[in-house]
């Protein structure tokens, strides 16, 4: 049974600080890793993508990816309330695009 | 350009009841995903169409069949509902980027069972 597991939360972090979201998975196959962000009676909206071992930035988001030790991360600098909201850890192998999920952990940001 | 789209939004059905939850996508997708969300966890794909004409099972396939109509539509079908098929469904679909996909999603149906 392949997994991804995610500490459920809630993390609460002031507002400014740096929020670090961790990851990890079950199965050595997987090639590609999506952080999505979920606020409550929503869709999940896709953020972050990572393919290979290393950090990636978008904005005041960073991904980062260590393959040897099955584990994603995400890093929200400059935290905003509005980043309040559900991530989901999402690991795909193969040429299917099937998804699996972490059970998400939520992030609360306190003015 | 709509994305993706899900009908209905809301439906509540009694236990035994049948209903089709359709999806479509305007984006020229080859694949298309059907999940569940239950509360406090993560998705779980019931069943997936990679093609135009091809389907199968996810990890959660009991007490559902699918039709891909077409390129665009993707639908689910609930034969005899039970209260444990109580849960938001969400279609998604895949764009590849390179040699990898990205998946998104529709707005969901929120489904009860009683």
């Known amino acids: 049974q392949k997994e991804v597991e995610q500490n459920s939360g809630p993390l609460s972090v002031p507002e400014g600080a740096i929020a670090s979201l961790n990851c990890t998975y079950s199965d050595r196959g997987s090639q590609s890793f999506f952080w999505y962000r979920q606020y409550s009676g929503k869709s999940p909206e896709l953020i972050m993508s990572?393919?290979?071992?290393g950090d990636k930035e978008d904005g005041r988001f960073t991904a980062q990816l260590n393959k040897a030790s099955q584990y994603v991360s995400l890093l929200i600098r400059d935290s905003q309330p509005s980043d309040s909201a559900t991530y989901l850890c999402?690991?795909?192998?193969?040429?299917?695009?099937?998804?699996?999920f972490g059970q998400g952990t939520t992030l609360q940001v306190k003015p | 350009n709509a994305g993706v789209t899900q009908t209905p939004k809301f439906q509540v059905l009694k236990t035994g009841q049948s209903m089709t939850l359709q999806c479509a996508q305007d984006?020229?997708?080859?694949?298309m995903y059907w999940y569940r969300q239950d509360p406090g966890m993560g998705l779980r794909l019931i069943y997936y169409s990679a093609s135009e004409g091809t389907t199968d099972k996810g990890e959660v396939p009991n007490g559902y069949n699918v039709s891909r109509l077409n390129k665009r539509e993707f639908s689910l079908r609930l034969e005899s509902a039970a209260p444990s098929q109580t849960s938001v469904y969400f279609c998604a679909s895949n764009v590849a980027t390179g040699d990898f996909y990205e998946q998104y999603f529709g707005p969901g149906t929120r489904l009860t069972v009683t």
């Open positions: 990572i393919y290979s071992n």
């Open positions: 984006m020229n997708h080859n694949s």
């Open positions: 999402a690991v795909s192998s193969g040429n299917t695009g099937k998804l699996i």
